[in-house]
């Protein structure tokens, strides 16, 4: 049972990438302090998916779902325009849509990411998502949240990559040379640091108008990952184990309700201790 400053009745939420691994987590954390969504993500199909999934668990909220591509300001704009046309009042924001090179057991890390190799493309595609499109939704979302009488919050979702550096010796493979080894992009790095200064910047810039703006910085979700990184990644976490999927839900409900009502401009980092080590 939630305690009082945890509720979000009569709150609409809109989440961006919502359809991926943690969208879904953020939109059931929400459900479950009874907010109505605004679903976006650019994979409609696997967004319908979803929806249906969510509509039978949470009959009491409204679920809404919208195609939308966090790249194109005009998709965006026509969205806000159609909030306000149906009178849908946004409370929150939560910026979560990323390009995100998983590292699992038939999907790992390639060459092409390696500094020396990383395409001006690729760089570009993956600020595009992951940073300018969280500056897009706040600068026409956030703009509407603080002309509105009540205010809202923004939640970026940064990475525990934020605040540390990757470690690439966590993705080495047995038998490659050096130039060919696996990395994280440079681009992660640079989104995740980049969406703290974003949030610091959004957090005091719309004074008066009871605008919040935070981060969570959480660590390595548990995916499938090859035994071999599980091992290597553990000993690099005081608590000995990748995340649950599940267990940012409460940071999530605590920095979009009331319960963190004068935090303002933090960034909240969850990764079992990884980032103290
Ligand atoms: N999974 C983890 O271990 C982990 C750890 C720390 C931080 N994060 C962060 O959490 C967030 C969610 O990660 P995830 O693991 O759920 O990733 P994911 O790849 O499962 O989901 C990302 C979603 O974003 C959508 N997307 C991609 N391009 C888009 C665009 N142009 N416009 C709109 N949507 C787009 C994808 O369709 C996908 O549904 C990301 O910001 C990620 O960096 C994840």
């Known amino acids: 049972m ?78 806000n325009d159609l909030l306000i046309k149906e009178n849908i009042n946004l409370d929150i924001l939560i910026n979560n849509a990323a390009l995100n090179p998983k590292f699992e057991k038939n999907n790992q890390l390639e060459s092409s990411s390696r500094l020396e190799n990383f395409s001006l493309e690729k760089w570009n595609l993956e600020i595009s998502v992951g940073l300018t499109g969280a500056f897009l939704c706040s600068q026409v979302f956030g703009t509407t949240m603080a002309n509105s009488s009540g205010g809202g919050c923004i939640l970026n979702i940064a990475s525990d990559l934020s605040v540390i550096a990757p470690d690439q010796r966590l993705y080495k493979k047995e038998g490659l040379s050096d130039e060919k080894q696996p990395v994280k992009p440079i681009t992660y790095s640079v989104i995740k640091s980049g969406l703290i200064g974003l949030t610091r910047y959004l957090a005091t810039y719309w004074i008066g108008k009871n605008i919040r703006c935070n981060s969570l910085s959480p660590g390595g979700v548990f995916n499938d990952q090859p035994e071999e990184f599980l091992q290597k990644i553990s000993s690099l976490i005081p608590l000995g184990r990748m995340a649950r999927k599940d267990e940012y839900r409460a940071a999530v409900q605590f920095l979009c309700s009331d319960a963190s009502s004068y935090m303002n401009g933090h960034n909240l980092v969850m990764d079992g201790g990884r980032s103290i080590w």
């Open 2 to 79: 939630l305690s009082g400053s945890f509720k979000l009745d009569n709150k609409t939420a809109l989440i961006t990438g919502a359809a991926g691994l943690l969208g879904i987590e953020h939109a059931t954390a929400l459900l479950e302090c009874n907010c109505n969504l605004v679903l976006t993500d650019i994979d409609s199909k696997k967004l319908n998916e979803v929806q249906n999934h969510l509509k039978k668990k949470f009959s009491k909220s409204k679920i809404f779902i919208h195609e939308l591509n966090v790249c194109s300001k005009k998709s965006i704009v026509d969205l």
